[in-house]
């Protein structure tokens, strides 16, 4: 599994995981209903000017991680053409784009075990519906942790395909790509019942 914490020391570093965790939720739940491309605008240059603050490699890795998003926005654009209405699609892609850049900025900054120990106090209440805080934390931190190395995967398959065929790879892959996460979940889980489940 990679590791998803920041090399790059920053200030944000030095933040609580659970204020960083609230903060994310509060910011994300105000900015969904907004409507406004101005306010969208002037949120998603302040998400910038985060980055921005703690240097210019800091900012670009940020930026790197966005690059996934790429798909989405190709296609909220090409549907909002057809429609006719841009402002709308606008307003979608300013709030995921800001959504997604303070999601990263928290977990750039934030270290796994930290962001575990809130979600599992948070959970604690759930204990009496039989649910385990422990596992939530550990279900959390595994797709955390899984979601980079799955793309990876893809990506990897994806270049396989072009490697082989002219053509493009497409939905071709996806078989493939489910196949490899299922692995990968049965190696983790062989591991997990290996050090005595959780």
Do not use: C
């Not at 599994?1 to 609230?22: C, D, I, N, Q």
């Not at 934390?137 to 893809?154: D, E, K, Q, S, Y």
């Amino acid at each position: 599994m990679l590791t998803l914490t920041s090399p790059v020391e920053t200030v944000f570093h030095r933040w609580p995981a659970g204020a960083k965790l609230v903060g994310l939720a509060l910011a994300t739940a105000v900015l969904v209903p907004v409507g406004d491309l101005r306010l969208l605008a002037l949120a998603a240059a302040g998400v910038a000017a985060l980055y921005l603050s703690q240097g210019r490699t800091f900012a670009v890795l940020g930026l790197r991680w966005l690059w996934p998003l790429w798909p989405v926005l190709a296609v909220l654009a090409v549907w909002h053409l057809v429609t006719g209405d841009l402002a709308a699609g606008l307003a979608i892609a300013l709030r995921l784009v800001t959504a997604v850049a303070l999601a990263n900025l928290v977990t750039l900054t934030t270290r796994l075990d930290a962001m575990m120990a809130v979600v599992e106090r948070a959970a604690r209440p759930l204990e009496r519906f039989g649910l385990s805080p422990r596992v939530l934390a550990v279900a959390i931190a595994l797709v955390i942790r899984f979601t980079p190395v799955l793309l990876l995967r893809a990506g990897q398959l994806m270049e396989a395909w072009r490697a082989r065929s002219p053509r493009r790879p497409g939905w071709r892959v996806v078989v493939p790509v489910t196949l490899a996460a299922l692995d990968d979940a049965e190696h983790v889980a062989e591991a997990l019942r290996a050090r005595g489940g959780l």
